[in-house]
């Protein structure tokens, strides 16, 4: 039988299966942070059930992180004693942990990958809906809840019914401009935040095969956001040359005994998906978010659709927008660079190269939060803080930062704030606050002109 790369994985992950229905599923590698883990290793204390297998999981801190002043003691009270239990927690049962200030530090889903733990192949979970990341490296990987962390610390797997099968197609030549993180947003907008439930996703076609790994990672970050459960890319050349060398990547023959593995796991040519969409690259645009879901995105030079359901009124209220308007010269006082989705050194690479020799517009608050202590150092060694630092940014440490709020971050009530994260719900950034998704290429045009600009009409250079 023909089979798809997340088939070819699945089924390699199959302990057993429960009268033809849920399967037991066996985890590879289980990535925690101080949020989601406190409850589930209270559960197994409580229970007096021992931790299976230690050496599997790999914890950081990061959503509560503070962006400055990161040498001293965390002032939110909450914030400390989450961070310390995690330390805690992981000391008490032999857990490697990339606290704050260590060297590996960074968000969960930039750490990871940049350090060599993800690799073809696995099965990866996480407490935080954004790990399909790592599916952009031929990864079935996937959110999962405080009590499922429980199960998979007490036995290394899951019980789970397998989703359906759903591939995006893209082909075509991206135009000038375009990122992957318009890619996906104008996925998200065509097919709706409902077309992925029950399913996992393979993005396929010539604009995925000649992205690079940060762009990868970024198209399968927002996969939880049209429903799917997960994202995947097929492995390739380019996926291997990135692993190659990193910290924890096999080494030498056993690394080119993994490729041969690796190379047997893209998708077999005669397969049949449940779901099928195909999207021509060259219609694909700068993209800008509206409204309060990822899939409320137009293309920068269109206006906001004029009609809509009782959702659609209430995100533009809440927005303060009307249907029928555009969205360039829209004064921003906010703009945000970091997150899982849009904090990797490639990212800041294009900031750089549109900001440098320009000026910060004086209106505008800009925050580029490197997503882990790597990403920080290559800033510094390839001279782009020095950019940001002269061009007026401010330039933080790493974390989740002004994604989520949960930390001292946050994005004033009632004010505008051009954000490369993945999520624009109310409140998402701050209470009130009103976020417009994009890439890092729009958010840095917008803080250098201090409004929202079309970028297809501007030196992108």
């Not at 409320?296 to 269109?302: A, F, P, S, T, Y």
């Not at 971050?409 to 999520?423: A, L, M, W």
């Amino acid at each position: 039988m023909p089979k798809t790369l997340f088939d070819k994985v699945w089924d390699a992950h199959v302990v057993d299966s429960i009268n033809d229905g849920p399967q037991i599923l066996y985890i590879d590698k289980h990535l925690i942070h101080e949020v989601t883990s406190p409850q589930a290793f209270a559960e197994l204390e409580k229970r007096n059930i021992p931790i299976a297998r230690p050496n599997q999981i790999v914890a950081t801190a990061d959503h509560n992180t503070p962006t400055t002043n990161q040498h001293l003691p965390v002032r939110d009270e909450l914030s400390r004693k989450q961070l310390q239990q995690l330390t805690d927690n992981c000391a008490k049962h032999n857990i490697t942990l990339y606290g704050l200030g260590h060297q590996y530090n960074g968000i969960v889903h930039v750490m990871a990958p940049e350090l060599g733990i993800t690799q073809p192949g696995m099965t990866m979970v996480c407490g935080d809906s954004h790990t399909s990341t790592h599916g952009a490296f031929g990864t079935i990987a996937f959110g999962i809840g405080t009590s499922q962390v429980a199960q998979v610390f007490a036995s290394q797997c899951l019980l789970l019914k397998k989703p359906k099968s759903l591939r995006i197609t893209v082909n075509g030549t991206l135009k000038p401009g375009v990122l992957a993180k318009d890619v996906i947003l104008y996925i998200i907008a065509k097919v709706g935040t409902n077309a992925g439930t029950g399913y996992f996703c393979e993005y396929a076609g010539d604009v995925f095969e000649n992205m690079s790994m940060e762009g990868r990672m970024t198209v399968c970050n927002m996969s939880i956001e049209m429903g799917a459960r997960g994202g995947m890319i097929a492995p390739d050349q380019t996926t291997f040359d990135y692993i190659k060398g990193k910290k924890f990547a096999p080494q030498g023959d056993a690394f080119e005994k993994a490729v041969e593995y690796w190379k047997t796991l893209p998708t077999d040519s005669d397969v049949t998906f449940d779901e099928e969409y195909h999207f021509d690259a060259s219609d694909i645009a700068p993209m800008i978010t509206y409204g309060t879901n990822p899939g409320m995105g137009i293309k920068l030079n269109e206006n906001i659709p004029t009609t809509g359901d009782m959702t659609f009124n209430k995100a533009l209220e809440y927005m303060d927008l009307k249907g029928g308007q555009t969205l360039i010269n829209t004064p921003i006082n906010y703009v945000f660079i970091g997150s899982c989705t849009n904090s990797r050194i490639e990212d800041f690479r294009i900031a750089a190269q549109y900001i440098k020799g320009k000026q910060k517009a004086q209106n505008v608050n800009a925050w580029l939060v490197p997503g882990s202590q790597q990403v920080a150092k290559q800033l510094r060694e390839e001279g782009l803080t020095q950019i940001f630092e002269t061009a007026g940014f401010e330039l933080r440490q790493p974390g989740c930062s002004a994604c989520l709020a949960m930390n001292d971050d946050k994005i004033p009530s009632g004010e505008y704030c051009v954000s490369t994260s993945n999520r624009n719900f109310e409140g998402r950034q701050g209470q009130g606050a009103r976020t417009l998704l994009a890439s890092p290429l729009v958010a840095a045009a917008t803080a250098v002109e201090g409004k929202i600009v079309d970028i297809t009409k501007t030196q992108i250079a």
